[in-house]
C-alpha cells in the first residue's frame, strides 16, 4: 500500500536547520515528489512546523531519518493518506 501524503509536526532549533535544509534533505528521500514546510509557532529556543510531503510511494523511514539527520525532531504524525490515490479528509456531522 503506497504512502501518498504525510502531515508532520516537526520542531527545529531557531538557528538550525534552515527551512530550506529541512525541505531539500525531506526532498531528496525515496518516493518524495513535493513538500511544503509551515511555521506554526515560534518560542525563545525553537521552531514548530507543518511539514507536508507527498508522492506516489513516500519511505516513511527516509523521511523520518533525513529530518533527524538536518537536527530537527518530529514530534507526530498527523495525517497518513495510502492507497491507490488521494483521497481527501473528509468532516463529519454530528
Not at 18 to 34: K, W
Not at 40 to 51: A, M, Y
Not at 81 to 91: C, I, P, Q, T
Amino acid at each position: 500500500m503506497p504512502i501518498r501524503r504525510l502531515v508532520l509536526d516537526v520542531d527545529k532549533t531557531v538557528n538550525e536547520p534552515e527551512l530550506v535544509d529541512l525541505a531539500r534533505a525531506i526532498e531528496s528521500t525515496s518516493g518524495v515528489e513535493a513538500v511544503n514546510i509551515s511555521v506554526t509557532e515560534i518560542d525563545i529556543e525553537t521552531v514548530g512546523t507543518d511539514v507536508t510531503v507527498e508522492g506516489q510511494d513516500i519511505d516513511v523511514a527516509a523521511v523520518v531519518d533525513a529530518i533527524q539527520r538536518t537536527g530537527a525532531v518530529l514530534h507526530s504524525v498527523d495525517q497518513v493518506v495510502a492507497g491507490a490515490y488521494m483521497l481527501e479528509h473528509s468532516s463529519r456531522s454530528r
